[in-house]
């Protein structure tokens, strides 16, 4: 039998208690343990690297599926569909919304018979996922459906009232990589804070994090540096789902709005993605797989910077390089820093175009990063490749200073690499905060 827990507005929930109605997990919560004590559980505080060490040592092989999570847009439709049933619905999504055997999450609303589907919202990257990054896209019509698709990355970020004309309950269903500057989720908290304007309820369609749930990692962005890539003062690897993150921005950002959260039936925090038994969908053009989620939290800082992070090959975010660099010697010298359990191994590759811009066509040396054991922290290994990567390049070096300094979250780590700072000076503090946001994090877990 499922059970519900009670229903009650978000905004008017205490903080220690975040109160947004959440479908549970039939599978897990049977039984007669109440459902807040069974959060309570699944909040409690573990050994991130324990519980890392499975993740690291199996998330690359993508190993054939020992248990089935139901995304929640199965959860809604099976358990929840109350939530929607006799409503106008709006649905923010892109190619990854989809249930287990990949039909879309638009064309399972679409055909429901209790489901009024009325338009769709579509992310950086449009509604198919095949925009490169940064560039603006379009609205437009839905060919198999033909609803209306309103872009949130073109002239606006945030639903207007026109958007929103007519919806009764705005859906979001698309698969986050687990870091800070990811910008899916900065879709979603800006749809959430339009649609408690106009008094829409708004609800997550949860999916695994597919980096873990339980690591997290890097600095707290500060708020001074608040953009799109990076809205809130989170840390890079932020170990939450697209729900709790929606719970954490009612409960603590100020967002006011009426939130339910389909949670991922089965999904554990610990479990690699490869056994969820989801299939893994690129979420945008250059991360083609977990292994380059994995490493995105450190290497997206490159961006900023004039060294290639991958984009147009087969290994984006996994390895970086420039035409002036010597692999070997960077390996060589990144390797006597021991950082903890990570490998960095020479590489060549070539760019290809439109991959970000840099040496398109051109091979370039350089490393890449390998997960060697649970403490790998792909953010700590960004620090040691910025201190010798500019070190090595000399008159090659050149920043995009606002860019840099929006995905760090600060003006200080690129000041401190321009003033040569070690590696181990860049790691000096670099945790600072985090006890706190942990501390934090624990009051909007859900798995």
Known sequence: MTTFPRTSRADSAPRAEPASPTVPRPGRHRGAVPFLALLAAACSPGDDGARHAAFVARESTQAASTASVRPGIEVLLSDSLSLVRGRRVGLITN??????????????????????????????????????????????????????????????????????????????????????????????????????????????????????????????????????????????????????????????????????????????????????????????????????????????????TPISVGRGTDRAFQQVGAPWLDGEELARRLGALGVPDTRFVPVRFTPEEPGDGKFGGTEVGGVRLLADGPAYDPTLAALALLAETRSMSGEHWSWRPGHFDRLAGTDALRTAVDAGASYGELTDGWGAGMADYLALRRLYLLY
Request: charged letters at 20%; a negative charge; proline letters at 9%.
């Open 95 to 304: 190619h990854t919304g989809r249930d287990r055997s990949g039909t879309p999450s638009i064309d399972l609303l679409a055909a429901h018979p209790e489901v009024e589907l009325v338009a769709l919202y579509s992310p950086e990257h449009g509604i198919r996922g095949s925009a490169e990054a940064g560039v603006r896209v379009a609205g437009g019509v839905d060919e198999r459906t033909g609803l209306p698709i309103h872009s949130l990355y073109g002239e606006t970020r945030t639903p207007t009232p026109e958007m929103l004309e007519g919806i009764e309950v705005l859906l979001f269903d698309i698969q986050d990589v687990g870091a800070r500057y990811y910008t899916y989720l900065s879709t979603m908290a800006l749809a959430m804070g339009a649609a408690g304007e106009h008094g829409i309820p708004f609800v997550v369609l949860d999916r695994p994090n597919p980096v873990g749930g339980d690591p997290v990692q890097g600095n707290l962005l500060d708020p001074g540096f608040a953009s799109f890539v990076g809205l809130y003062p989170i840390p890079m690897r932020h170990g939450l789902t697209a729900g709790e993150f929606a719970r954490m921005v009612v409960g603590e950002f100020g967002v006011r709005v009426e939130l339910s959260v389909a949670v991922a039936d089965g999904w554990e925090r610990t479990m690699p993605y490869g056994e969820t038994g989801i299939p893994w969908v690129a979420p945008s053009p250059n991360m083609p797989s977990v292994e380059s989620a994995l490493h995105y939290p450190g290497t997206c800082l490159f961006e900023g």
